[in-house]
Protein backbone atom coordinates (compact mmCIF):
# COMPACT_ATOMS: atom_id res chain seq x y z
CA UNK A 1 0.00 0.00 0.00
CA UNK A 2 1.21 3.78 -0.63
CA UNK A 3 1.90 5.71 2.67
CA UNK A 4 -0.61 7.76 4.14
CA UNK A 5 -0.89 10.64 6.97
CA UNK A 6 -3.79 9.79 9.32
CA UNK A 7 -3.77 12.67 11.53
CA UNK A 8 -6.97 11.10 13.31
CA UNK A 9 -4.53 8.49 14.59
CA UNK A 10 -2.85 10.88 16.72
CA UNK A 11 -6.35 10.81 18.85
CA UNK A 12 -5.30 7.24 20.01
CA UNK A 13 -2.32 8.42 21.57
CA UNK A 14 -3.02 10.55 25.01
CA UNK A 15 -1.03 13.43 26.26
CA UNK A 16 1.23 11.31 28.93
CA UNK A 17 2.02 9.08 25.98
CA UNK A 18 3.89 12.38 24.41
CA UNK A 19 5.17 13.71 27.76
CA UNK A 20 7.20 10.20 28.09
CA UNK A 21 8.58 10.67 24.43
CA UNK A 22 9.23 14.39 25.52
CA UNK A 23 10.81 13.65 28.81
CA UNK A 24 13.11 10.77 27.64
CA UNK A 25 14.00 12.76 24.62
CA UNK A 26 14.96 15.85 26.59
CA UNK A 27 17.14 13.53 29.06
CA UNK A 28 18.95 11.82 26.65
CA UNK A 29 19.81 15.28 24.64
CA UNK A 30 20.88 16.73 27.55
CA UNK A 31 23.27 13.87 28.91
CA UNK A 32 24.50 13.60 25.17
CA UNK A 33 25.73 17.35 25.94
CA UNK A 34 27.33 16.14 29.93
CA UNK A 35 28.75 12.96 28.02
CA UNK A 36 30.89 15.07 25.52
CA UNK A 37 32.09 17.71 27.91
CA UNK A 38 33.32 15.04 30.35
CA UNK A 39 34.49 12.73 28.18
CA UNK A 40 34.66 14.50 24.65
CA UNK A 41 32.90 14.67 21.01
CA UNK A 42 34.24 11.07 19.83
CA UNK A 43 32.50 9.29 22.76
CA UNK A 44 29.39 12.10 23.37
CA UNK A 45 28.63 11.75 19.59
CA UNK A 46 27.55 7.91 19.82
CA UNK A 47 24.82 8.76 21.94
CA UNK A 48 23.41 11.06 19.28
CA UNK A 49 22.64 8.17 17.73
CA UNK A 50 21.45 6.63 20.93
CA UNK A 51 17.69 4.57 20.89
CA UNK A 52 16.65 6.52 23.67
CA UNK A 53 12.74 6.62 22.84
CA UNK A 54 12.54 3.32 21.12
CA UNK A 55 11.59 0.99 24.04
CA UNK A 56 9.00 3.73 24.51
CA UNK A 57 7.61 4.10 20.91
CA UNK A 58 7.86 0.22 20.59
CA UNK A 59 5.92 -0.25 23.62
CA UNK A 60 3.32 2.47 22.58
CA UNK A 61 2.59 0.99 19.54
CA UNK A 62 2.36 -2.83 21.00
CA UNK A 63 -0.37 -1.38 23.42
CA UNK A 64 -2.20 0.56 20.60
CA UNK A 65 -2.56 -2.81 18.54
CA UNK A 66 -3.59 -4.50 21.50
CA UNK A 67 -6.26 -2.16 22.20
CA UNK A 68 -7.78 -1.95 18.91
CA UNK A 69 -8.22 -6.13 19.27
CA UNK A 70 -9.87 -6.25 22.64
CA UNK A 71 -12.40 -3.37 21.09
CA UNK A 72 -13.72 -6.20 19.00
CA UNK A 73 -13.30 -8.93 21.83
CA UNK A 74 -9.96 -10.36 20.77
CA UNK A 75 -6.76 -10.89 22.22
CA UNK A 76 -4.27 -8.59 20.84
CA UNK A 77 -0.94 -9.50 22.34
CA UNK A 78 0.76 -11.64 19.48
CA UNK A 79 -0.64 -8.72 17.04
CA UNK A 80 1.14 -6.15 19.35
CA UNK A 81 4.10 -7.30 19.60
CA UNK A 82 4.41 -8.15 15.93
CA UNK A 83 2.94 -4.86 15.32
CA UNK A 84 6.14 -3.86 17.43
CA UNK A 85 8.35 -5.82 15.58
CA UNK A 86 7.57 -4.20 12.43
CA UNK A 87 8.05 -0.88 13.78
CA UNK A 88 11.59 -2.02 14.96
CA UNK A 89 12.22 -3.34 11.37
CA UNK A 90 11.06 -0.13 9.98
CA UNK A 91 13.43 1.44 12.81
CA UNK A 92 16.76 -0.26 11.42
CA UNK A 93 16.52 1.07 7.55
CA UNK A 94 15.78 4.15 9.55
CA UNK A 95 19.31 3.65 11.08
CA UNK A 96 20.59 3.55 7.54
CA UNK A 97 19.39 7.27 6.77
CA UNK A 98 20.61 7.92 10.42
CA UNK A 99 23.85 6.89 9.34
CA UNK A 100 23.73 9.14 6.09
CA UNK A 101 22.58 11.99 8.09
CA UNK A 102 25.93 11.63 10.53
CA UNK A 103 28.12 11.36 7.38
CA UNK A 104 26.72 14.58 5.22
CA UNK A 105 26.79 16.38 9.38
CA UNK A 106 30.17 15.61 9.32
CA UNK A 107 31.71 16.83 5.80
CA UNK A 108 29.35 19.76 5.83
CA UNK A 109 29.14 21.21 8.98
CA UNK A 110 32.84 22.82 8.88
CA UNK A 111 32.32 24.10 5.60
CA UNK A 112 28.47 25.36 5.32
CA UNK A 113 26.33 27.30 7.14
CA UNK A 114 24.66 25.52 9.50
CA UNK A 115 21.46 25.59 9.09
CA UNK A 116 21.91 24.62 5.72
CA UNK A 117 24.55 21.53 6.78
CA UNK A 118 21.41 20.10 8.76
CA UNK A 119 18.24 21.05 6.95
CA UNK A 120 20.53 18.70 3.19
CA UNK A 121 21.53 16.18 6.11
CA UNK A 122 17.92 15.35 7.22
CA UNK A 123 16.83 15.52 3.76
CA UNK A 124 19.65 12.79 3.54
CA UNK A 125 18.05 10.72 5.97
CA UNK A 126 14.85 10.97 4.65
CA UNK A 127 16.00 9.84 1.37
CA UNK A 128 18.32 7.06 2.55
CA UNK A 129 15.67 5.80 5.32
CA UNK A 130 13.05 6.17 2.33
CA UNK A 131 14.57 4.37 -0.51
CA UNK A 132 15.89 1.61 2.37
CA UNK A 133 12.10 1.15 2.95
CA UNK A 134 11.06 0.52 -0.83
CA UNK A 135 13.41 -1.96 -1.56
CA UNK A 136 13.07 -4.14 1.70
CA UNK A 137 9.22 -3.72 0.97
CA UNK A 138 9.63 -4.86 -2.39
CA UNK A 139 11.72 -8.07 -1.91
CA UNK A 140 9.52 -8.90 0.60
CA UNK A 141 6.81 -8.79 -1.77
CA UNK A 142 8.40 -10.55 -4.29
CA UNK A 143 9.01 -12.90 -2.14
CA UNK A 144 5.89 -13.76 -0.15
CA UNK A 145 3.72 -13.66 -3.47
CA UNK A 146 5.31 -11.19 -6.45
CA UNK A 147 4.80 -8.09 -6.85
CA UNK A 148 0.95 -8.02 -7.48
CA UNK A 149 -0.87 -7.44 -4.55
CA UNK A 150 -3.93 -8.98 -5.82
CA UNK A 151 -3.49 -12.07 -4.14
CA UNK A 152 -3.59 -11.86 -0.02
CA UNK A 153 -2.21 -13.88 2.43
CA UNK A 154 -3.98 -14.53 5.54
CA UNK A 155 -0.74 -13.86 7.89
CA UNK A 156 -0.23 -11.48 10.70
CA UNK A 157 2.57 -9.63 9.44
CA UNK A 158 1.30 -8.68 5.73
CA UNK A 159 -2.00 -7.51 7.54
CA UNK A 160 -0.23 -5.16 9.93
CA UNK A 161 1.84 -4.42 7.37
CA UNK A 162 -0.62 -3.11 4.92
CA UNK A 163 -2.46 -0.81 7.53
CA UNK B 1 23.35 24.40 33.75
CA UNK B 2 21.20 27.28 31.29
CA UNK B 3 22.73 25.20 28.49
CA UNK B 4 22.15 21.74 29.62
CA UNK B 5 18.28 22.78 30.26
CA UNK B 6 18.00 24.17 26.90
CA UNK B 7 19.48 20.98 25.48
CA UNK B 8 16.56 19.25 27.98
CA UNK B 9 13.53 20.97 26.44
CA UNK B 10 15.04 21.32 22.25
CA UNK B 11 15.77 17.80 22.78
CA UNK B 12 12.39 16.87 23.98
CA UNK B 13 9.93 19.30 21.58
CA UNK B 14 12.16 18.12 18.82
CA UNK B 15 11.70 14.50 19.52
CA UNK B 16 7.67 15.11 20.22
CA UNK B 17 7.67 16.80 16.77
CA UNK B 18 8.84 13.60 14.97
CA UNK B 19 6.71 11.46 17.27
CA UNK B 20 3.84 13.12 16.05
CA UNK B 21 4.28 12.19 12.52
CA UNK B 22 4.99 8.71 13.44
CA UNK B 23 1.84 8.25 15.21
CA UNK B 24 0.40 9.78 12.03
CA UNK B 25 1.86 7.76 9.33
CA UNK B 26 0.97 4.13 7.99
CA UNK B 27 1.47 1.29 7.28
CA UNK B 28 3.51 0.75 10.71
CA UNK B 29 7.04 -0.14 9.08
CA UNK B 30 6.96 3.38 7.42
CA UNK B 31 6.59 5.07 10.49
CA UNK B 32 8.94 3.28 12.16
CA UNK B 33 11.66 5.07 10.24
CA UNK B 34 10.74 7.64 12.60
CA UNK B 35 12.09 5.46 15.53
CA UNK B 36 15.29 6.22 13.93
CA UNK B 37 14.76 9.62 12.97
CA UNK B 38 17.87 12.35 14.06
CA UNK B 39 15.89 14.37 16.56
CA UNK B 40 18.54 14.07 19.41
CA UNK B 41 21.26 14.71 16.49
CA UNK B 42 19.27 17.46 15.60
CA UNK B 43 18.79 19.36 18.63
CA UNK B 44 22.32 18.07 20.34
CA UNK B 45 24.13 19.21 17.06
CA UNK B 46 22.55 23.10 16.56
CA UNK B 47 23.43 23.60 20.11
CA UNK B 48 27.01 22.36 20.09
CA UNK B 49 27.86 24.34 17.06
CA UNK B 50 26.47 27.44 19.30
CA UNK B 51 28.52 26.78 22.18
CA UNK B 52 31.52 25.07 20.80
CA UNK B 53 32.01 25.56 17.06
CA UNK B 54 31.07 23.31 13.99
CA UNK B 55 34.54 21.65 14.50
CA UNK B 56 33.56 19.90 17.69
CA UNK B 57 30.02 19.44 15.97
CA UNK B 58 31.73 17.39 12.97
CA UNK B 59 33.79 15.29 15.72
CA UNK B 60 30.83 14.44 17.32
CA UNK B 61 28.77 13.65 14.07
CA UNK B 62 31.92 11.33 12.86
CA UNK B 63 31.27 9.45 16.37
CA UNK B 64 27.10 9.42 15.30
CA UNK B 65 27.91 7.42 12.22
CA UNK B 66 29.10 4.75 14.47
CA UNK B 67 26.59 4.85 17.10
CA UNK B 68 24.11 4.60 13.96
CA UNK B 69 25.77 1.72 12.91
CA UNK B 70 24.67 0.05 16.60
CA UNK B 71 21.34 1.02 16.63
CA UNK B 72 20.69 -0.73 13.31
CA UNK B 73 22.37 -3.66 14.57
CA UNK B 74 20.33 -3.08 17.94
CA UNK B 75 17.10 -2.63 15.87
CA UNK B 76 17.11 -5.97 13.39
CA UNK B 77 18.13 -8.11 16.10
CA UNK B 78 14.52 -6.34 18.84
CA UNK B 79 12.69 -6.78 15.22
CA UNK B 80 13.54 -10.60 14.67
CA UNK B 81 13.04 -11.60 18.86
CA UNK B 82 9.78 -9.71 19.21
CA UNK B 83 8.45 -11.34 15.58
CA UNK B 84 9.71 -14.80 17.02
CA UNK B 85 9.69 -14.85 20.87
CA UNK B 86 6.93 -14.12 23.56
CA UNK B 87 8.41 -11.40 25.94
CA UNK B 88 6.75 -7.58 25.97
CA UNK B 89 8.28 -4.74 23.57
CA UNK B 90 8.99 -2.65 26.30
CA UNK B 91 11.14 -5.62 28.04
CA UNK B 92 13.33 -6.70 25.04
CA UNK B 93 13.64 -3.28 23.57
CA UNK B 94 14.77 -1.80 27.20
CA UNK B 95 17.31 -4.91 27.79
CA UNK B 96 18.82 -4.84 23.95
CA UNK B 97 20.22 -1.12 25.10
CA UNK B 98 23.13 -2.96 27.23
CA UNK B 99 23.59 -4.31 23.32
CA UNK B 100 23.55 -0.71 21.55
CA UNK B 101 26.16 0.30 24.00
CA UNK B 102 28.53 -2.90 23.74
CA UNK B 103 28.21 -2.23 19.98
CA UNK B 104 28.81 1.34 19.67
CA UNK B 105 31.67 1.33 22.04
CA UNK B 106 33.25 -1.69 20.20
CA UNK B 107 32.85 -0.52 16.74
CA UNK B 108 34.34 3.27 18.36
CA UNK B 109 37.39 1.65 19.56
CA UNK B 110 37.84 -0.76 16.54
CA UNK B 111 37.25 2.29 13.84
CA UNK B 112 38.53 5.33 15.46
CA UNK B 113 41.12 3.91 18.23
Redesign the interface.
Known amino acids: ?L?????G??R??RWYE?AT??????????A???I?QRFG???????????????????L??KHEKEKKARFGFDGTNR????????????????????A???V???L??KLP??LT?FI??LA?AGT??TA?MIC?RRWRYRHGGVSTHKRRDST?EH???? | MVEIILRFFVGGAVVCVFAVFADALKPTSFAGLLGAAPSVALATLSLTVWKKGSGYAAAEAESMILGAAAFFIYATVVSKILRSARWSALSVAAASLVLWLACAFVLRYAVLG
Do not use: C
Not at chain 1, 83 to 98: I, K, Q
Open positions: MVKLEPEIDTYRFLFGGLITAAGLAPAIGGLFLAFPAIFPASASIEGRVAAGVDAAGAAMGTLGLMFAISWKLPTWLATWAAWRLISRE
